[in-house]
């Protein structure tokens, strides 16, 4: 697999030291410097080499005795700064090209806000064309340059001269590159964070079928893996990697590469989509982050500003919500929350890019930019921006600690996956220091684990303050009773709060002492059942009628009658009867007392041990009841898992 300016004049894999972009005006001899550094030739378009500009990003790379440099030629033209964004949200170090015969020109500025924002940290400036200029006129340029350059990473970098075909300067610049990359970091790389490679090409080769290529950000890959494209979510299968024009079998990030996909046609698969592992990144249209201003901007960026939205290699519609503030001035710094048109995946933590939709007199349209910090589950409002900008700040620092528990406190009832794998997809930071973060909070118990979730404490204790709550209202409101079932209250608090959460909620309220259980009823630990007169008439009459009548007690609707009450007490007293437990259910109609129904369950095991099945006959010989009886005692001991039908008969269920 040699996919065309990707894989061709492969000189055999060696690891990469440093990717190398370009940035600059249009026409200022970004590609033909890579020509002469590498001996490639990047624009592979026939409308590219018929126009003499870049259109698409090119590609290209040089050995060195530092290692190999991978370089990403960027287009120059205003129209295509999207593709510039592209190539340099995977770069190292830059070369910001000049022009001597022009100077610095819009997209000379514009190109380097965008490396600035997108945490290009090192590089080097590239006068190009000098054999069209006097000395004079040389030095006037570096001047422009030194001015244009000043307050950004690029104020102190060393300034190359370069004419087209000129060896000597080309070689000169190659060496300082190396010594370059050999002395300075660039953005930080893990291997331990989930895989994300931004596709930026994607065709077909013959024999292979489809390539997408792009700059690892972070993560690993090996051939054999699955992968999911997102934001599509659709899944395929590595069949191959090559870097440089060398297969290999595994990636690391950082890496320039193509990777032939089975199980995704190319017209799936589109730039801007990434490529991600089973359990990696997920998509999403709302991402809280930081947001920077550029300092020459005219005037402020407004709350809600419809804007362009440049991440990795996609470009997405979207609006600019400022967290706290109507505004952020030229030069300001913000928590905001971007809301996007379509869905992306983003490495928590990696920079983006915000344009407008106005050229700026002189420059272009780039407005600012920041970091993408995690995926957002709801949309911010005003009664919760202090929050939301605290949120921020600390998924903004360095201590993934508090990012975790900042997150977690955030989410409250939702909580966030337990594994740190899928924290990983949530949260900066690499996988390994994710889970010693987790384990600390939980350690220090201000973290727990409810089902596959981590729940922050002080969501346990707002929820345990609303059972507590919900608690006291119903004792007030029906002093009588002894207490609600944990699932009545779960229900009560929020019917849709999973079961092993609220479980974590009882589990602390009982251990503190709240609140008691008694068998399947919860009630406040302080809390005394207490019945009215006429409570208490209604109870001792009808549990004298139903103990009375024995296996054959009165049908519930024949009891208002013969006890001389109301449906509503007879209702009332068999709740609280059933509550303590001195009378049982067996149907709708019929509730039977505690006491002879025990006397029949004996009986009952004592025939089946002996005679091993019972049928209907012998069932009512037992009871010496009617079949409206023993029908409806039938199905309820079948219910309660004390016998099993089989045909006609019953048998006792034996455990197991």
Not at 4 to 31: I, Q
Not at 506 to 521: D, F, H, K, Y
Not at 614 to 643: C, H, M, N, W
Request: hydrophobic share 45%.
């Amino acid at each position: 697999m040699k996919p065309a300016s990707d894989a061709a004049h492969g000189l055999g894999h060696r690891p990469v030291r440093a990717v190398v972009g370009t940035a600059g005006h249009v026409d200022h001899g970004k590609t033909t410097l890579v020509g002469d550094l590498t001996g490639m030739q990047t624009d592979r378009l026939a409308e590219e080499r018929a126009r003499g500009i870049s259109i698409e990003l090119g590609f290209a790379w040089v050995d060195t005795d530092a290692g190999r440099l991978a370089f990403v030629d960027v287009p120059g033209h205003e129209r295509f700064v999207r593709q510039m964004i592209a190539g340099a949200a995977g770069i190292d170090f830059v070369l910001l090209v000049v022009a001597a015969d022009e100077g610095v020109m819009p997209q000379t500025r514009e190109h380097l806000d965008i490396c600035e924002l997108l945490g290009v940290s090192a590089g080097a400036v590239v006068l190009t064309k000098v054999d069209l200029v006097d000395d004079d006129w040389l030095e006037l340029v570096r001047e422009d340059v030194r001015e244009a350059v000043r307050g950004t990473f690029l104020e102190d970098a060393p300034v190359f001269t370069h004419a087209a075909g000129d060896p000597i300067s080309a070689q000169a610049l190659t060496q300082a590159l190396a010594e370059l990359a050999t002395r300075s970091q660039g953005p930080a790389r893990s291997p331990d964070r989930p895989f994300k490679l931004s596709i930026d090409r994607v065709f077909v080769m013959r024999g292979f079928g489809t390539v997408v290529t792009g700059t690892t950000a972070s993560g690993t890959l090996g051939v054999g893996d699955q992968v999911v494209l997102q934001p599509s979510g659709r899944t395929a299968r590595v069949r191959g990697v090559e870097v440089h024009g060398q297969a290999v079998e595994r990636l690391g990030p950082g890496t320039r590469a193509a990777i032939n996909l089975q199980g995704a046609g190319p017209d799936d698969i589109g730039r801007g989509e990434v490529v991600t592992t089973r359990d990696g990144l997920v998509a999403t249209s709302m991402i809280d982050g930081t947001f920077t201003a550029l300092g020459r901007l005219a005037r402020p960026v407004p709350e809600r500003a419809r804007v362009l939205v440049h991440v990795g290699t996609a470009q997405v519609q979207g609006t600019l919500a400022i967290v706290g503030a109507d505004e952020v001035p030229p030069g300001g710094r913000a928590a905001v929350q971007l809301r996007l048109d379509a869905p992306v995946a983003i490495l928590p933590g990696e920079p983006y890019v915000v344009r407008g939709f106005e050229v700026l007199e002189g420059y272009g349209k780039t407005l600012g930019g920041g970091r993408a910090l995690t995926p957002a589950a709801r949309r911010h409002r005003g009664v919760d921006a202090p929050a939301a900008q605290a949120l921020i700040a600390a998924l903004a620092g360095d201590d993934p600690r508090a990012a975790l528990e900042g997150l977690a406190g955030f989410e409250g009832e939702r909580g966030l996956p337990r594994h740190a794998a899928a924290l990983a997809a949530r949260l900066p930071g690499e996988i390994g220091a994710l889970g010693a973060a987790r384990d600390a909070l939980l350690e220090a118990g201000r973290l727990v684990i409810a089902g596959d979730r981590l729940i922050h404490v002080d969501a346990l204790d707002a929820l345990a303050g609303r059972a507590i709550a919900t608690l006291d209202a119903h004792h007030r409101a029906q002093p009588a009773r002894p207490g609600l079932t944990t699932e009545e209250l779960r229900t009560r608090v929020r019917a849709d709060l999973p079961a092993e959460l609220f479980a974590q909620v009882i589990a602390r309220l009982v251990a503190s002492g709240r609140v008691v259980a008694s068998g399947e009823l919860l009630a406040r630990s302080d809390f005394r059942p207490r019945r009215s007169a006429a409570q208490e008439r209604a109870c001792e009459g009808v549990l004298a009628a139903l103990r009375e009548g024995g296996l054959t007690p009165p049908r519930v609707q024949d009891l208002p009658e013969q006890l001389g009450l109301t449906q509503a007490a007879i209702d009332d007293a068999l709740e609280l009867l059933l509550a303590e437990g001195a009378v049982v259910r067996v149907s709708r109609e019929l509730v039977f007392g505690a006491a002879p129904l025990a006397d029949l369950e004996r009986r009952l095991v004592a025939f089946l041990e002996a005679h091993d099945t019972i049928d209907a006959s012998q069932l009512k010989d037992l009871t010496g009841a009617s079949r409206k009886y023993t029908i409806p005692l039938g199905e309820y001991f079948d219910r309660v898992r004390l016998t099993l039908r089989v045909g006609d008969a019953r048998r006792l269920r034996r455990a197991g």
